[in-house]
T-cell receptor, first 114, second 110 residues
Framework: DSGVTQTPKHLITATGQRVTLRCSPRSGDLSVYWYQQSLDQGLQFLIQ???????AKGNILERFSAQQFPDLHSELNLSSLELGDSALYFCASSVGGNRDTEAFFGQGTRLTVV | LAKTTQPISMDSYEGQEVNITCSHNNIATNDYITWYQQFPSQGPRFIIQGYKTKVTNEVASLFIPADRKSSTLSLPRVSLSDTAVYYCLVGEGYGQNFVFGPGTRLSVLP
């Protein structure tokens, strides 16, 4: 158990809908990272938040957004869902905001868009 | 970010030592080499990181030659539970904002 909690574990929704994925980082970790893993694209970094502020942005679509709350949990919002958004979404956390501390991954949320 | 190349898959038997080599010809001076392990439907897990020469921890060793253009992850005496995908990442830090490549799918056979 990495200490990073993601909910829900599974989510099935229809195209065009909006969903919210939640991540609780390890106690004491200030950084949260979101990743998407699909069969054809591998594991891709989406976005990083550090202590409530956006720190780095990767290949995140405009239909997707994220935020980190004062209690440090984070949410990833996916809207206007398409079939191609079906994937495993992982959250990771680390102590620091820079890239020099180890990141711990959660178990992921499996999103299926039908 | 330096591009990495590693074998798509490898097979081994229980009790054997497994070496997975990663090529990274364009590694930069500030880049570290980091390896992650991922089991099906689980998030990646950090295994080991190094900059040069040899690094060893309780689960693996990482060998890096002087030119740093490649690295080898060594898993001693693998067991069935080591069956997983292993990713080699090169860059500054622990790879949090990297694109993970296809990795090496290691199958450990009884």
């Amino acid at each position: 158990d990495s200490g990073v909690t993601q909910t829900p574990k599974h989510l099935i929704t229809a195209t065009g809908q909006r969903v919210t994925l939640r991540c609780s980082p390890r106690s004491g970790d200030l950084s949260v990272y979101w990743y998407q893993q699909s069969l054809d694209q591998g594991l891709q970094f989406l976005i990083q938040y550090y202590n409530g502020e956006e720190r780095a942005k990767g290949n995140i679509l405009e239909r997707f957004s994220a935020q980190q709350f004062p209690d440090l949990h984070s949410e990833l919002n996916l809207s206007s869902l398409e079939l191609g958004d079906s994937a495993l979404y992982f959250c990771a956390s680390s102590v620091g905001g820079n890239r020099d501390t180890e990141a711990f991954f959660g178990q992921g949320t499996r999103l299926t868009v039908v | 970010l330096a591009k990495t190349t590693q074998p798509i898959s490898m097979d081994s038997y229980e009790g054997q030592e497994v070496n997975i080599t990663c090529s990274h010809n364009n590694i930069a001076t500030n880049d570290y080499i980091t390896w992650y392990q991922q089991f099906p439907s689980q998030g990646p897990r950090f295994i080991i990181q190094g900059y040069k020469t040899k690094v060893t921890n309780e689960v693996a060793s990482l060998f890096i030659p002087a030119d740093r253009k490649s690295s080898t992850l060594s898993l001693p005496r693998v067991s069935l539970s080591d069956t997983a995908v292993y990713y080699c990442l090169v860059g500054e830090g622990y790879g949090q904002n990297f694109v993970f490549g296809p990795g090496t799918r290691l199958s450990v056979l009884p």
